[in-house]
């Protein structure tokens, strides 16, 4: 009994952690709400904050796709109880990006300022857009599961815990991708834009058209011929007229981003 509710309370921990760290990421790109953003703190050497922000996003980088990957899954769940195996991950990638974000050290230089009023609403209208697609997005494709909260509840009721599974709804018929846009926009949707915010938007944007790779290569082993026939009729970013209009797509337009 008491390992069980062990394993709810390491659960509920990993998700509050994931919550709280998410909430302050939105701020802290933002720069609102928080009390370090991302363009506050001591200023030093601009070679001195390249380098230590570079390896920030070099440590989430590593993290996040070793971690995800299912030979590293199959060796690591020897260690970590399988119910535990997401909430372990979604720790300490929570952890990763909260260091990130109290290490990170400004870079003050602007690369572009919007003074327009009706242009900054629209800014930072598409900025909360961005968080709004990413968060419907887990939603649409198991967000407890996600986020490993089902796992470890399967374990206290000590069912057996079935994946989701692959899905198409709503977003997913659109674009392959919509967590990944989700972060595109809120990365790019900025008002003032920093050296140091570009050189984030830049990165994580660099990471994420790596990374999608590496998830369909992972999801075309698991799944076969239906993810080789749904990554034929739906882009994985920017959808096509035809996906928003939810027909199938043309062989001319396949495959494209
Ligand atoms: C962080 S999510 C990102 C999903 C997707 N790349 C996106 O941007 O919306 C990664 C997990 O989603 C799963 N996944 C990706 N596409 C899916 C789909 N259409 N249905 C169910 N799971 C999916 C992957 O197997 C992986 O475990």
Do not use: N
């Not at 952690?17 to 506050?40: E, H, R, S």
């Not at 609403?121 to 939603?139: E, H, R």
């Not at 967590?179 to 915010?197: E, K, N, Q, T, Y």
């Not at 944007?205 to 011929?225: C, K, N, P, S």
Request: net charge positive; charged share 15%.
């Amino acid at each position: 009994m008491s390992r069980r509710i062990l394993t709810l309370g390491y659960g509920v921990i990993a998700y509050v952690t994931f919550l709280a760290v998410f909430c302050y990421t939105m701020g802290w790109l933002g720069g609102i709400g928080v009390p370090k953003g991302i363009d506050d703190g001591r200023t030093g050497p601009v070679w001195a904050a390249v380098l230590t922000d570079a390896g920030l996003l070099g440590l989430f980088a590593v993290q996040h796709s070793v971690m995800a990957r299912p030979w590293f899954k199959r060796w690591w769940t020897r260690l970590v109880p399988q119910a535990l195996e997401r909430s372990t991950y979604v720790l300490i990638a929570s952890l990763v990006i909260a260091v990130l974000m109290w290490q990170w050290r400004p870079l003050p230089g602007t690369v572009w300022e919007v003074s327009a009023s009706w242009a900054q609403i629209l800014l930072w209208a598409l900025y909360a857009a961005g968080w709004a697609v990413l968060v419907l997005s887990t939603f649409l494709i198991g967000h407890f599961d996600l986020f490993g909260l089902r796992q470890a509840l399967a374990r206290v009721r000590q069912t057996s815990y079935a994946e989701p599974g692959f899905r198409q709804p709503l977003l997913y018929r659109v674009v392959r991708h919509p967590i990944m846009v989700g972060f595109l926009i809120a990365f790019w949707a900025a008002p003032h834009m920093s050296a140091g915010r570009l050189l984030f938007a830049l990165a994580g944007t660099g990471y994420i058209l790596v990374a999608v790779r590496f998830e369909e290569a992972d999801l075309r082993r698991q799944l076969g011929e239906p993810y080789r026939r749904y990554a034929e009729q739906v882009p994985r970013f920017i959808p096509s007229p035809r996906t928003l209009a939810g027909r199938r797509p043309a062989p001319q337009d396949r495959d494209t981003y």
